[in-house]
């Protein structure tokens, strides 16, 4: 009876325990729209129709498009007939006009509607005057049958806004994920295509236009002058897979309260994306704009469910190296008599790829060590374990100075860890031995512990950008 009796008490207690899930659930969905339906135009083009963008395909615009209508479905309980699934050659201006045509037919006061994109965006010279933000320039987005230098081809920022402002009043989530800016990306610069970066005129348009009703938020890929990438060790543009990510996985939920809203969206993407940028050592600061007075709810049950899978990098195709320059400034510990110390300051040049570095130093004079100052070595690191944006090495270096008859060799352990981009920061520990010269040979040997500190510019290349 005990065992039977406690079985009964757990039952009930799950019991009211989902029934005020539900009942917590059934408030925050009534409290977001009338009518409670969903509708989506999702819109990807990797390859164009005009033979001048034959070469400038895109990976994985398609594919994106794809996987976002399948966790529209999966995820978001978005039914599947109230999607328009727009690839490749169907994604014409006259089949994303239809289907923004079918949406505002269909829709109700109410309904939220959820607009992505994904391909080739640029701007061309403002002809209306519309643009009062002083760049006097309209953003695009290139169609599949664009043809360049044919701006009736193109849909402007104006048509864009205008397509949503007839939508019924109600939620619009938008992603862009495209870019505009110089020869990278997602981005195309040709005649009659201006170069800028992206989202002040598009976040005009569609949030300003007469007849915009409220309720609307926009989260582009990048802001002006910079590039939204693709990248093959993701198999996504960034920008799609960590709004894919935020579908997937609790964390996005930032009040867990089991619902996620666009606004907590667009918040983790942001910081995903600069996460991502800071070890990836690019810039890429996604936008986030909201006019919403209520919450935009995009995923109505929060559940636990697996990462996105990330596809490995093709052996020498997408792995970036880095150029670095920087300053070593050294504190002795402990050293023997005479000290054997090959430099306390050193001027480093180095170079980095994957898991490796190599770098050439000079030693400058100082103090009580200016003996040992052109004194030339190389040294060369390993990593060992990465720790979020830091890393620990461990490293070998050796050191020559004709001039005053030493050499050096020392083993140490580094951590490194990248402040920005462009700027890493070091500490090491690390044990040197020494030995001059007499007339009569290699007479004198000596070690020293060292605690080395180090900054360094760091310049990304190659085909990991």
């Avoid at 309260?257 to 800071?278: K, M, P």
């Amino acid at each position: 009876m005990l065992d039977f009796g406690a079985a009964c008490a757990r039952f009930v207690g799950v019991l009211v325990a989902v029934s005020c899930v539900w009942l917590a659930f059934s408030a925050v969905a009534a409290s977001q729209t009338a009518g409670g339906k969903t509708w989506a135009i999702v819109i990807g083009i990797s390859k164009y129709g005009d033979p001048s963008l034959s070469g400038r395909s895109l990976r994985y615009a398609e594919s994106d498009a794809q996987e976002i209508r399948d966790a529209l479905v999966e995820r978001c309980g978005v039914p599947q007939q109230n999607i328009h699934l727009l690839k490749g050659s169907k994604a014409t201006k006259s089949g994303i006009e239809k289907a923004f045509a079918s949406v505002s037919k269909s829709a109700r006061s109410g309904d939220l509607v959820f607009v992505y994109f994904s391909g080739h965006g640029s701007f061309v010279q403002d002809r209306d005057g519309d643009e009062v933000d002083g760049d006097r320039l309209d953003e695009v987005l290139l169609p599949y049958d664009a043809v360049l230098g044919d701006e009736s081809t193109y849909i402007l920022d104006d048509l864009l806004g205008y397509m949503v402002s007839r939508l019924p009043v109600g939620p619009v989530a938008i992603i862009v994920d495209s870019c505009h800016s110089a020869g990278q990306g997602k981005s195309v610069p040709a005649p009659g295509l201006l170069v800028k970066g992206t989202g002040d005129s598009i976040a005009k348009d569609i949030f300003t236009d007469a007849g915009a009703g409220g309720g609307r938020a926009l989260l582009s890929a990048c802001q002006s002058g910079e590039v939204a990438y693709e990248r093959d060790d993701l198999g996504h543009g960034v920008l799609t897979y960590f709004v894919l990510q935020s579908l997937e996985q609790a964390a996005a939920d930032s009040d867990h309260n089991g619902v996620l809203t666009f606004d907590e969206l667009g918040a983790y993407v942001e910081s995903q994306v600069a996460a991502w940028c800071l070890e990836n050592q690019v810039f890429q600061t996604p936008s986030y704009e909201s006019h919403s007075s209520a919450p935009i709810i995009i995923v109505p049950v929060v559940i636990v469910s697996r990462s996105l899978p990330v596809i490995p990098t093709p052996p020498d195709n997408g792995t970036a190296w880095s150029l670095g320059l920087g300053i070593m400034q050294s504190v002795v510990l402990w050293q023997t008599s005479p000290p054997m110390v090959s430099g306390v300051t050193q001027v480093r040049v180095g170079v980095s790829r994957e898991t490796t570095e190599f770098g050439a130093f000079v030693s400058l004079p100082s103090g009580y060590y200016a003996a040992s100052g052109g004194a030339l070595g190389c040294d060369l690191g390993f990593e060992v374990r990465e720790f979020g944006t830091a890393t620990l090495y461990a490293g070998v270096s050796a050191a020559l100075d004709l001039a005053h008859n030493w050499a050096a060799v020392s083993g140490s352990i580094r951590i490194a860890a990248d402040l920005m981009p462009y700027l890493r920061v070091g500490a090491a520990l690390g044990l040197e031995l020494g030995l001059s010269s007499e007339a009569t040979g290699w007479t004198t040997a000596g070690a020293s512990l060292l605690l080395r500190f180090s900054a360094e510019a760091r310049l990304p290349f190659g085909a990991g950008q």
